[in-house]
């Protein structure tokens, strides 16, 4: 593999007033964050915008109002900066997945970066070859399971050497010892995990944590207090009959 630098809190990712609207509806309402940490969670319920601010900072979506940079480029307009800065893990395979072999899906992110055919190969057995699944290779994507799947996205990604990786709910619809080999390998990772994710006990370790409510930032500091202010609030909100109005 190749030497990769690792980020250095200069090489963080900024959002400046940014605002994200659609269908007349707002989803973040003007958000100033500065993200240096090298462990980062988004704690938040479902519907509180987490997802859209991640594809924000992943440039898939354009702000309304405002800019978002990684490493002083905006996602958006420069997607070949991104392939060195950025990684994404979405919390479906399915959605990830383009290729029908475990190879081709490994080598089709390398060709974007310039390798040659044969470059890429190489580089996508070595990847699969240092996480024991040199077996791997061949196989036919569709006989994978669901969290064989989401180890192979996270394989690919970690084959481009991304400085950042954004997870959004990494542990969807995974069993408990697939949840536990996911959160061994990303522990001893070196790149910046932002995890974006309702479950506090997944960031509890981190060195910071924001939490998002309604679009904007309701809690934002060390783990510890955060975690323990949300899940506060989450048994309140449990405790309340609060959601028997339908939507409409």
Not at 109 to 120: H, K, N
Request: net charge neutral.
């Amino acid at each position: 593999m190749r030497q990769t630098s690792f980020p250095t809190p200069e090489t963080g990712i900024l959002l400046d007033g940014v605002s994200y609207a659609v269908a007349g509806r707002t989803i973040i309402p003007g958000l100033t964050l500065r993200l240096t940490e090298r462990r980062i969670g988004i704690l938040g319920r479902n519907g509180s915008g987490k997802t859209t601010l991640l594809r924000l900072m992943a440039g898939l979506i354009e702000p309304t109002a405002g800019r978002v940079e990684v490493e002083g480029c905006e996602p958006a307009k420069d997607r070949r900066a991104m392939l060195s800065a950025l990684g994404i893990l979405f919390q479906n395979p399915d959605h990830q997945i383009i290729f029908p072999t475990v190879e081709e899906e490994l080598a089709f992110g390398l060709r974007q970066t310039g390798r040659s055919a044969a470059e890429a190969r190489e580089a996508a057995l070595a990847v699969l070859a240092a996480h024991g699944r040199a077996h791997w290779a061949q196989a036919p994507v569709a006989t994978l399971s669901h969290g064989q799947k989401q180890l192979l996205c996270l394989l690919a990604i970690l084959a481009m050497e991304p400085r950042t990786i954004l997870l959004d709910e990494p542990f969807a619809g995974l069993d408990l010892p697939m949840q536990i080999r996911l959160t061994r390998l990303l522990d001893g990772l070196p790149q910046r995990l932002v995890t974006i994710t309702h479950d506090p006990a997944m960031v509890e370790g981190y060195d910071r944590v924001i939490w998002l409510d309604a679009g904007q930032v309701r809690r934002n500091g060390p783990a510890a207090a955060v975690v323990l202010d949300y899940r506060a609030e989450m048994r309140r909100l449990g405790g309340l009959d609060a959601d028997t109005d339908l939507a409409g």
